[in-house]
T-cell receptor, first 116, second 112 residues
């Protein structure tokens, strides 16, 4: 299994441009997540999904959109890039989440995005 | 409010030293706890789960104190390869499906 894969690894955007960060997992996990990590800061949840067709906002959803049309894919869309969105973006997945199961989240290698 | 607090460090320790990290969390109803490790410019990876009775994995020992709402990670006989940022992670699950909440991490540098 490849696990969680993300593309691209690096990207530089100009203010106002849009792009989609791709995330795919081949572990048949129901739960998928998008985080951003700013230098010296913790991971902040942007959006998450508990299964195909279902998405929910996390702590910092403004400026982003997601979709979950399949179990495997969970793309993150930036419509109007702003310098405040310069960050490292991590996608993650887990088999389930919540009270009943102590489940590991598996992370992708990250996408480093710079908005100038 | 769901918060996880950690001492950011850095902790600079010589090889062979014992080092301990603490983490506090805001909600007494929290159900599950983890330590993740993040190497520089890499993704986080699960180091160990934290169980109520405490648990050990080789040189690593995790403890949970529910009454005081803190979690600890003890690393014995530190190796150079232990240099990383250690993230305290809490599942504040009380109902529904709530994602994990990550602390900002504690940076450890093990020096030869």
């Amino acid at each position: 299994n490849a696990g969680v894969t993300q593309t691209p690894k690096f990207r530089i955007l100009k203010i106002g441009q849009s792009m989609t960060l791709q995330c795919t997992q081949d572990m048949n996990h129901n739960y998928m997540y998008w985080y951003r990590q700013d230098p010296g800061m913790g991971l902040k949840l942007i959006y998450y999904s508990v299964g195909a067709g279902i998405t929910d906002k996390g702590e910092v959803p403004n400026g982003y959109n997601v979709s979950r049309s399949t179990t495997e894919d969970f793309p993150l869309r930036l419509e109007l890039a702003a310098p405040s969105q310069t960050s490292v973006y991590f996608c993650a997945s887990s088999p389930t989440a919540g009270l009943a199961v102590r489940n590991e989240q598996f992370f992708g290698p990250g996408t480093r995005l710079t908005v100038l | 409010r769901k918060e996880v607090e950690q001492d950011p460090g850095p902790f600079n320790v010589p090889e062979g030293a014992t080092v301990a990290f603490n983490c506090t969390y805001s909600n007494s109803a929290s159900q599950s706890f983890f330590w993740y490790r993040q190497d520089c410019r890499k993704e986080p990876k699960l180091l160990m789960s934290v169980y109520s009775s405490g648990n050990e994995d080789g040189r690593f020992t995790a403890q949970l104190n529910r009454a005081s709402q803190y979690i600890s990670l003890l690393i014995r006989d530190s190796k150079l390869s232990d240099s990383a940022t250690y993230l305290c992670v809490v599942n504040f699950e009380d109902s529904g499906n709530t994602p994990l909440v990550f602390g900002k991490g504690t940076r450890l540098s093990v020096i030869a």
